[in-house]
C-alpha cells in the first residue's frame, strides 16, 4: 500500500447519525368518524419535538384514515411451516389493487429494518393494544425466523417449504433478522373514565356478579395490557429494557367527550411521565449506538412479490 493509499485508510469515518422510528397506534383519525385526532398522534408528535436534532426520526401513524389501506390480516404460514413464513411478508405486496395492504403501502418492513430502535405510542383498548398494532406485530411473525428465500419455495409452495424446513438447509436460513434493536413502548388508559361504579363496576351492568373487579387483568398494572407486544419483540431478539416500558393514567373519572388530546396535554402526571419515557429511550439509544447491519437488514426487507 503506497503512503496516500495508507493515508486515505487511516482517516476516521463519520459516524452515521442515529435512525428510530415513532409509531402512533391509534385507530382514530381527524379526516371522518369519528372526527378528532387519537391521543397518539398527538404523543408522536410531541416525542419527535423532543428528540435530538442530529438523529434521522422517522414516523408513521397506523390511523384509519379515509381511504387509506389497512393492515391486512397474518394468514398463519408460519402454522403450516416456518419456511412458508417469509421474510419479508410476501403475502401481500406493495400498492396492490386487490388486496391493498398498509405495511406494504408505508414500506414498512424497511422502516423497521432500517432504524436503530421503535418507539411505539398507543391506548389500551379493551384491556389490550389497538386492533392496528395488533396487527403490525402479528404481521411481523416473519422477523423471527421466516424464510429469506422465497424462491426455495417457488414463493409459496407448502410442500416444498414443509421440506425444506426440515432439511439440513433451514438452520443456515432462519434468523431474527431484525435482532439487535431497541424497542420501546409507551401505552395510556382511562380504566374505564366514568363508566364505574364506587365499587369499580360498570354503572350499566345488571348481573355484578359477573364482574369482579379484583380479578381484572393485569392487578393495576395497566402496561402490562401491551404484555403480547413487548414479549414478541424480546422473542425475535429486539431489546426491550423495562424501563423503556411505560404507561400513564389519562382521563380517570372523566366522560370520553372530555378526554382528548387537549385534555391529556393539561394532566401534568400523564405528560411528565411521557416526557420521562422520552428522555429514558434518548439516553438508551445514544449509548447503545447504532445497530451494525441495518444498511443490509434493509435491503433484505424489499418485497418479493
Known sequence: MDDLAAAVEALPLEERPLKVLVIAGSARRLDGCPGLDGKARFLMHRMLARLPAAWQADHVD?????GKPKIQGCN??????????VWPCNCYGPDSDHQPDLMWNERLYPRLARADAWAVIGPIWWYGP??????????LV?????????????KKSTLKAQALEKSSLWPALTRNHLE????????????????????GRPRILSHTAWFDPAEEPYGGEERRAYQGLVWQCRYSGIEVPDALWSHARTGIGRAYADDQGDDMAREAAAMAGFDAWVDAFVRHVASKGPVPGTEE???GAQSTT
Do not use: Q, W
Open 297 to 299: 437488514a434493509e435491503r
Open 130 to 139: 389497538t386492533t392496528n398494532l395488533k396487527a403490525m406485530f402479528d404481521r
Open 180 to 199: 439487535g434493536r431497541t424497542a420501546a413502548f409507551f401505552c395510556y388508559g382511562n380504566e374505564g373514565g366514568n363508566e364505574l361504579d364506587a365499587e
Open 62 to 66: 397506523l390511523g384509519n384514515e379515509h
Open 76 to 85: 398463519g404460514c408460519v402454522g403450516t411451516a416456518m419456511a412458508l413464513c
Open 142 to 154: 416473519c422477523m423471527s425466523g421466516g424464510n429469506p428465500r422465497p424462491d426455495l419455495i417457488d
